[in-house]
């Protein structure tokens, strides 16, 4: 049942954490100087404020909150309209509200009140505010005609679908989804092998798509560690030796094509003990059966793979023959047997014959038709297919280097055989068949079989299937309860009885709700990424894949914009829409591959430097207005900072590493926190009665920056604190520290730009310097066109330069010092104009509230095989599975959002004695979680 809880206190943001409180910023009014500096609190439309606490629905890395974006957008408009009259303030309300009276409101009494509006006589009146200045000065109403048929067709739409209606449909969605995957696998067979070895696409140049499944790129040490000891055979005529070649340069990129062409070719690397020989048999007939027959004796050590193949050659001696391919098929069905009893040990391929290209064809080669390959190739395939009485024969059929011949045929020298990247496309192909099992590869999903439980995820499992049944007891409870509480009717006065029920929902209660809807979830997330129900994609980029998506999201973030509450700087509406953007751009960046585009991931990491630097600012101004360094407040926002992590570090068996940034957040707010709340413990209103605290809080400051500089070039000593236990559980990832270093030194200093911008802006609004008032310019015309242009200067200057950066590395080494001047100058140019600071884009703010929950989701149920690949709920059209995926998997972050701050209201209570007792709780925990995961570590090695 749906429960409404009162907004959290305390905040969960990484970005601003104050816990998308309204900005943390004094208090200007234009009618008069401020008396005294206050938070920008954002109001909560029940009940008061308590002091010293901010209210609203929190959400991860914004404000979550149960009102549809869409409902949102509208909002502007509407009042306007009801200001004028055309919609009563009663329908205006409710459908502002998103209830379902609102909604029913707006139905039959809406379109009455419109077609009566209709019959009026026009007459002159001036429009709405937000109406554009053309048609001021209307007198037949049509302008404010269809503002209000928008407003009441906007109404209509949002009382028939809301945010609720569509997790609701999401959730049927993914049944169904679910469904139909699993009768798809049971009817066609779950392995992904068959996939990999008979069917896919070109995602573009050189780049092949398995169906269904991801393939890994081998290097060269990768291959020489899974191939280790062992012999790899190739048999067959010229076409098998290209991919014996092909396949040799995998591990040894140095290896030439030379040699006795019509002979037997060695290849052996004795440091990793592979041998790959070449026998050269190109005809299907008693030589190739004699040397396939010795390898079945006991006696003889077999090859560990065999990949054979021949037609061309006995269809060229015997020009194209009907006698050749009768004898073809006698000559297979004798070998049929031998390779059968081969397939036992070891693993063998069957290689069919790629097409040709007819036209390119020697005079001596005509005869080889595609017509002709096809013929043996279905014989080839009918033979060994019933060459065994099991239902499925163990000689597997490497079909797919037809359909990538077929793509690239064409480019062939002499029109029979390949093109390198053809080969070399085939023999990742076999090495992926053959390796992924072993080597077992994150984003080489073919062929790897679903991952064992761990202890962790077992417990896990049976904590969500007791709170799901505790839930569904205590909804049957207060069911029968409700039902035995219902109003009778009373037979002698014919009135209604009705008896008082306690509405209050208990606290156990709302625990089962949140762990029942959130087990659910969990259950989807490891579908989607663990348990290879669902099927996975590679990545691949391309500018219009980037671009296209970047341009639409643009267009509607521009056409959903609003009136800001306030118009100071960072004001509350313009930090979460400044999330919302970044998160959008992040996700397609992920999404598309993008990183391969060096200008576009130098773009990216900015993005992900402005949201340290909005943690900076937004910790920093917190603390210093509000003074509050209680145990309430940080845990509040450690809770809301890392819960989802946590949880999705048990469910899904990954480090907590692995989700970076979240560390990364959580390690600078408690910087931040140790720095002001040390001794002596400067704020605002201290400061204000001596400048000589402002000086102390710069020493604090440059402290600060000292320590970061030292870590930052000292690795050793970084890594010595957080190499020792338990810090090493969180923060090692694969076995060391490094990757955690790597992060945080990428972006060491914006998290100090944004607590020096956050004291600076500060110190300015307090002496009134800053002009802030709706449609102002922040300082006078001169100085404020001056800094415009410098900002724009600053902005495009930044972007050719990383534009123009050679290599990563480069990039990477100047970038922590430079990211901050792209961002300055962004916030510059957002806030300087009165009229840009004086509004806001409600789409972009909406997806800001629940940014946090985006980050963290994507990994799992957007993207595939953490991260390295895409989620495919829809196969064979792209386009439709992008539209359903994301719908899901924003409905999901969403829900998950309200489950963050429903749980952070009980297991993080205000009282100081009940707080504790949780925090004991949960240490208790965490040691269980350490000590069982050291069990596993030791299990698995």
């Not at 990383?802 to 901050?820: D, G, I, M, R, T």
């Not at 504790?916 to 030791?938: E, M, N, P, W, Y």
Request: overall charge positive.
């Amino acid at each position: 049942m749906p429960l409404t809880l009162p907004p959290p206190a305390g905040a969960h943001d990484p970005v601003t954490p104050e816990g998308h409180q309204e900005p943390v910023t004094p208090e200007h009014r234009a009618s008069g100087p401020p008396s005294q500096a206050q938070p920008l609190l954002r109001q909560e439309a029940k009940g008061e404020e308590e002091e010293g606490e901010e209210t609203g629905v929190q959400g991860a890395w914004g404000t979550a909150t149960a009102e549809p974006g869409w409902r949102v957008w509208g909002k502007a408009a509407e009042a306007a309209a009801a200001e004028e009259g055309q919609v009563e303030a009663r329908g205006a309300a409710a459908a502002g509200s998103g209830s379902p009276a609102g909604g029913a409101g707006g139905g039959r009494g809406s379109w009455r009140r419109l077609l009566a509006w209709l019959r009026r006589p026009p007459q002159c009146c001036p429009c709405a505010a937000p109406l554009p200045r053309s048609a001021a000065h209307c007198c037949h109403g049509g302008t404010k005609m269809a503002a209000l048929a928008y407003n009441l067709g906007k109404r209509e739409i949002n009382h028939y679908f809301s945010v609720r209606s569509a997790k609701v449909l999401a959730l049927v969605a993914v049944l169904l989804l679910a469904a139909c995957h699993l009768a798809s696998r049971r009817y066609r067979g779950n392995d992904s092998c068959e996939y990999l070895l008979s069917s896919g696409r070109f995602l573009g140049e050189k780049v092949w798509q398995p169906h269904s499944c991801m393939m890994h790129k081998y290097k060269i040490s990768e291959a020489k560690n899974c191939l280790v000891d062992k012999h790899i055979a190739f048999i067959g005529d010229s076409r098998i030796r290209q991919l014996f070649y092909s396949f040799v340069k995998i591990i040894n990129p140095q290896f030439k094509e030379e040699g006795n062409k019509h002979g037997n070719i060695p290849f052996e690397d004795k440091i990793s003990s592979v041998k790959v020989d070449f026998l050269w048999h190109p005809e299907v007939n008693g030589s190739m059966k004699q040397c396939i027959k010795v390898w079945t004796e006991d006696s003889v050590a077999k090859p560990h793979v065999i990949i054979a193949g021949a037609a061309t050659w006995s269809i060229k001696i015997h020009n194209g023959s009907n006698e050749a391919l009768s004898q073809y098929k006698m000559n297979i069905t004798s070998i049929a047997p031998l390779l059968e009893k081969l397939a036992k040990t070891s693993d063998v391929y069957w290689v069919l014959q790629d097409p040709v290209y007819e036209d390119l064809l020697s005079e001596n080669r005509k005869m080889i038709t595609n017509e002709k390959i096809d013929a043996y190739n279905e014989a080839a395939v009918s033979i060994l297919n019933s060459s065994t009485r099991n239902s499925k024969s163990n000689v597997k059929m490497f079909s797919v280097s037809k359909l990538i011949a077929q793509e690239t045929i064409t480019e062939s020298l002499d029109g029979l055989h390949l093109p390198e990247s053809s080969r070399e496309t085939s023999a990742m192909i076999l090495m992926n068949v053959y390796c992924n099992k072993i080597l077992k590869p994150v984003d080489g999903s073919c062929c790897q079989p679903r991952p064992p439980l761990t202890l962790i995820q077992k417990l896990a499992a049976c904590f969500f299937t007791l709170s799901i049944i505790g839930y569904l007891i205590f909804y049957i409870i207060h069911r029968n309860t409700h039902r035995k509480n219902k109003p009778c009717t009373d037979l002698e006065s014919g009135e209604e009885k009705k008896n008082i029920i306690n509405t209050s929902v208990s606290p156990l209660e709302i625990l089962l709700q949140s762990f029942c809807k959130l087990g659910l979830i969990m259950a989807y997330f490891y579908m989607c990424d663990r348990a290879n129900l669902f099927m996975k994609e590679n990545k691949f980029y391309t500018h219009s894949t980037f671009f296209i998506p970047i341009i639409y999201i643009l267009v509607l973030g521009v056409f959903y914009n609003e009136n800001t509450k306030e118009t100071k700087v960072l004001n509350r509406e313009q930090t979460d829409e400044w999330k919302g953007w970044m998160q959008l751009v992040i996700l397609i960046y992920h999404i598309s591959g993008a990183s391969t585009f060096l200008p576009v991931y130098m773009h990216i990491r900015v993005l992900v430097a402005a949201y340290l630097f909005q943690t900076g600012y937004g910790h920093f101004s917190y603390f210093w207005i509000k003074g509050d360094f209680g145990i309430h407040r940080v845990c509040q926002v450690l809770f809301r900072l890392n819960f989802l992590v946590v949880v999705l570090c048990i469910v899904m068996d990954r480090p907590y590493q692995f989700y970076y940034f979240v560390p990364l957040v959580t390690v600078w707010f408690m910087v931040i926190y140790v720095t002001l709340a040390l001794w002596p413990q400067i704020i605002q209103k201290k400061a204000n009665g001596n400048c000589f605290w402002h000086f102390g809080l710069l020493l604090k400051l440059a402290f600060l920056l000292l320590c970061i500089c030292f870590l930052a070039y000292s690795q050793g000593a970084f890594e010595k604190i957080f190499s020792l236990w338990p810090l090493s559980k969180c923060f090692e990832l694969k076995g060391n520290v490094y990757e955690w270093w790597f992060r945080w030194r990428l972006d060491r200093y914006v998290v100090f730009h944004g607590m020096l911008f956050a004291f600076i802006y500060l110190a300015l609004q307090k002496r009134q310097v800053l002009s802030e008032g709706k449609g102002e310019p922040l300082f006078s015309n001169k100085i404020s066109n001056f800094l415009l242009f410098i900002s724009v200067v600053s902005f495009l200057t930044y972007s050719i330069w990383a534009s123009s950066c050679k290599n990563k590395a480069e990039c990477n080494e100047l970038h922590p010092s430079v990211s901050v001047v792209q961002i300055l100058a962004f916030i510059l140019i957002r806030n300087i104009p009165g009229y840009a600071r004086s509004v806001y884009s409600s789409f972009f703010a909406w997806f800001g509230k629940i940014s946090l929950e985006l980050f963290i989701c994507q990994y799992h149920i957007w993207l595939a095989a953490d991260t390295r690949g895409i989620l495919v709920l829809i196969p064979g059209n792209p386009m439709l599975n992008i539209i359903v995926s994301t719908f899901i998997f924003v409905c999901v972050a969403h829900e998950i959002s309200q489950i963050t701050n429903d749980l952070a209201q009980i297991i993080i209570p205000k009282d100081n004695s009940s707080l504790l007792k949780r925090l004991a709780c949960i240490a208790a925990f965490f040691c269980g979680l350490l000590i069982l995961s050291s069990i596993q570590d030791k299990s698995r090695h």
